[in-house]
């Protein structure tokens, strides 16, 4: 009787024998001359005819049929003998290498879709004036109006913001933002100031976009600042609201206890975070300032700024959630001119954020009192600098959170 073969188990049990290549699996079988199997003339290691010669090793009983595949399994195939794959096309769809690349690709695609969607949901205004207006100008100059349109507002909202009934848009916020070589500069224009408004001789700026919308509110803020205005942007109350719900509220920093009953605000002093409701209501309070419009103006600038440093930061591009909820606020309550392309909107909203930063200036036109009678010497001089795209030299003497001289 031989040694038992090494590549068997203890002694002449049969095991599997793998080769070198993992793909193909061999079962060693010695060759029999007598049939074999439940088809064949004796069963499996039983006696068989009467053989000449010498006699074939015999294996033992328990053994199944050794076998001699002449080929490995197909491309793609698995261990089980299977062919066509048995699954594996996911498991390589699956490796890091090919999934890390298809994800991105989503993604990217992904962050396109949804500012291509919202596109469609902005409402377009003709908001070039007739007539003669300032020659072109270095950089881009967008006229920034927060209207009081309850469009989109429910009437439990209405009534939660305080924002009552009235129909019509009046304009409760006008900004000026310049963009282009130097620093990004955001000039706030009360909506008390007493100017010439074409045809409606001199009275309140806010009664231009009440006479004649923003065409007439262009036309009006050119002639008195000789500034072109390029693009025309609209947010209204609901827009605003929830903007600053859709990133998860906004910091605020009041310098004293505000309590406004007409703007349905009860705040501490201080930094604290603050939902679309409150954030509403403490850049349309006046009334608990001394100052009013010159206060308000200077907390809208504030809000916006937090606005746009929130939307900026990478969780609302990480996040899809946030990303989508962003951009279909902002759209939702959107009015823009029919001239404004899809480039110059991001533009303006990622350097809103700017102004309000390190690297921009921010300021009231400037004042000559309370009153909100502009200053005209200093003011020509901020517009000037706006006009020749020389925000670099702006100083503080023009350029004043208030819009005070100090």
């Not at 193909?24 to 069963?43: D, E």
């Not at 009081?148 to 409760?172: P, Y």
């Not at 990478?314 to 899809?320: A, K, Y």
């Not at 279909?328 to 700017?354: E, H, K, M, Y």
């Amino acid at each position: 009787m031989p040694d038992p073969d090494p590549r068997r188990g203890d002694g002449g049990d049969y095991q599997w024998l793998y080769g070198p290549d993992d793909d193909a699996t061999k079962v060693v079988r010695p060759p029999s001359s007598q049939p074999t199997g439940p088809y064949g003339a004796a069963p499996y290691g039983g006696p068989g005819p009467q053989q000449t010669g010498p006699a074939p090793q015999q294996q033992p009983s328990n053994l199944p049929p050794m076998q001699f595949p002449d080929q490995r399994p197909p491309a793609g195939g698995s261990r089980s003998g299977r062919s066509g794959g048995g699954g594996g096309w996911w498991r390589r769809w699956l490796r890091p290498r090919r999934l890390i690349p298809l994800l991105l690709g989503a993604w990217l695609v992904f962050l396109i879709a949804v500012p291509i969607w919202a596109w469609g949901k902005i409402e377009k205004v003709d908001a070039t004036p007739d007539g003669e207006r300032p020659a072109e100008q270095g950089g881009t100059t967008y006229l920034l109006v927060g209207s009081d349109s309850r469009e989109g507002l429910t009437a439990a909202q209405r009534k939660e913001l305080r924002t009552g009934d009235a129909e019509g848009r009046r304009t409760d916020t006008i900004m000026l933002m310049h963009v282009g070589s130097g620093p990004t500069t955001l000039v706030s224009i009360p909506r008390d100031s007493i100017v010439p408004i074409p045809g409606y001789g001199r009275t309140k700026i806010n009664a231009a976009y009440a006479y004649g919308g923003p065409k007439l509110l262009v036309e009006t803020l050119e002639q008195s600042t000789g500034v072109r205005i390029d693009d025309y942007v609209e947010i209204g109350f609901g827009g605003f609201v929830n903007m600053v719900d859709a990133v998860g509220g906004v910091e605020i920093c009041p310098k004293q206890r505000i309590k406004d009953k007409d703007a349905g605000l009860n705040i501490k002093k201080g930094c604290q975070e603050v939902d679309g409701a409150t954030a509403l209501g403490y850049a349309r309070s006046r009334h608990t300032y001394a100052s009013q419009d010159l206060q308000r103006v200077q907390s809208q600038r504030e809000v916006l700024g937090a606005i746009a440093g929130e939307v900026k930061t990478p969780s609302t591009f990480l996040n899809p959630f946030r990303y989508a909820g962003v951009v279909s606020s902002a759209t939702g309550s959107l009015r823009i001119g029919d001239n404004v392309g899809p480039l110059s909107l991001g533009r303006f909203a990622w350097n809103l954020s700017g102004a309000m930063g390190g690297s921009g200036l921010n300021c009231t036109v400037p004042i000559a009192d309370a009153s909100v009678r502009w200053d005209k010497k200093r003011a020509l001089e901020l517009f000037g600098y706006i006009k020749a795209d020389e925000t670099d030299k702006i100083t503080k003497a023009v350029c004043t959170k208030d819009g005070l001289q100090h």
